[in-house]
């Protein structure tokens, strides 16, 4: 299995920055794409950063180059740079890798979430 730990959410004024962390372990073949996905108050989920193993990222328009995501491949870790933070960012954000154990195709595994709140 595989197991995905986030770390860096809190709570942030408007304007602010926080930075959070993915580190993925377990009988981990390979990892594909990493992505960081996030859920607001009565919202769907949706799609906030995604980096591929070469490194190529993919953002939303709304992110509007205040958000970076890297990764590093040796470590199985992932992060994402948030700045300028608005109250409309306020959500649970969940680390997603799309990775191959033993024996499985690969699938995408979810973390358990972590909660970024910002205040205005």
């Known amino acids: 299995q595989v197991q995905l730990v986030e770390s860096g959410g809190g709570l942030v004024q408007a304007g602010g920055s926080l930075r959070l962390s993915c580190a993925a372990s377990g009988s981990i073949f390979s990892i594909n794409t990493m992505g960081w996905y996030r859920q607001g108050p009565g919202k769907q989920r949706e799609l906030v950063a995604r980096i591929t193993t070469t490194g190529r990222t993919n953002y939303p328009d709304w992110v509007r180059g205040r958000f970076t995501i890297s990764r590093d491949n040796a470590k199985k870790t992932m992060s994402l740079q948030m700045n300028n933070l608005k109250p409309e960012d306020t959500a649970v954000y969940y680390c997603?890798?799309?990775?191959?154990?033993?024996?499985?195709?690969?699938?995408?595994?979810w973390g358990q979430g972590t909660q970024v709140t910002v205040s205005s």
């Open positions: 997603n890798v799309n990775a191959k154990i033993m024996c499985r195709p690969s699938e995408d595994y």
